[in-house]
């Protein structure tokens, strides 16, 4: 299990990370979001060893990190760190000799990671002759080739088609259900919502939302309706608890408060005409992304 206690970081003057605290249970997936400049980087950092906090604690099952703990943890940076001159091989086999790893096991390990991601035939390529998505398979392979116990995933997919991005979160969910700590960020909510049971949201470092995923959504109790025909629009926003309309491809997307309003909206769209679509539901992470981050920001 991560253990992050009350991290606070300082760039001089900048509060880049205030009082943060979270922990990631083995086979669990935690989102750590926050617009640009929130402060994921500098906690990546912090758990990684690479910075050190003003105050706070870091643990990884118990014990704090040093660099006998890093060689157990993978990390996948957002600003992506190959060395573009080697081969993949030299590449793979340089990270993971770092990672203490025998040469029998890396070459079991390089051989099945390589064949797995369909990267095999370029075994011996130079990194910088690789198309972008296949660079990012060799940098996500450095990362998980000695099976950590802490995985750090900052914006993984970027670059990736969707077929690609099937295959690295099959290999995702593959690596929590063995037990693997994982830390995902990305700004594409989506996949927050495919993956994270908990989350933290940043806002100049500091906490604004946390907790489960779903306590999360229960709470916010925002709903959206999903309405496909002719119903008597100004009726429906008049409806106390109604907070707008809005027009979207071939159907109409009623944002309410919360339920309380929902019979009344059925009522006035049932009456209306072609109605073949009304299906309500929870407002996604986007929408409370934005509404969070906003709020802080109008404060
Ligand atoms: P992004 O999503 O853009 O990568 P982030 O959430 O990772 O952003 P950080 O890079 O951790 O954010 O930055 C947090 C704050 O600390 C920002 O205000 C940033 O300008 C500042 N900061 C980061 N690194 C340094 C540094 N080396 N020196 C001074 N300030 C820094």
Redesign the pocket.
Known sequence: MLSVSNIT?Y??D?L??SNLSFEVNDGCIFGLL????????????IIMGLLDANSGTVTLNGEKIDYKVTDKIGFVT?ERSLLTKMTVKEQLTFYGILKGMSNEKLEEKITYWLKRFKISEYENRKIKELSKGNQQKVQFISAILNDPVLLIL?EPFTGLDPINVKMFKDVIMEMKNTGCSIIF?S?QMEHIEQFCEKLVI?V??KVVLEGNLKDIKKKYQKQNIFIQGEFDKEKVKKIKGVIDIKENANQYIVKIENDDCLDEVFNIVSKGKNITKFVVEEASLNEIFIDKVGICYEK
Request: net charge positive.
């Open positions: 970081k760039y001089k900048t880049a990370v926050g617009e640009n400049g929130a402060g994921k980087t500098t906690t990546f950092r957002e900052d960020s700004h940043l100049k470092g």
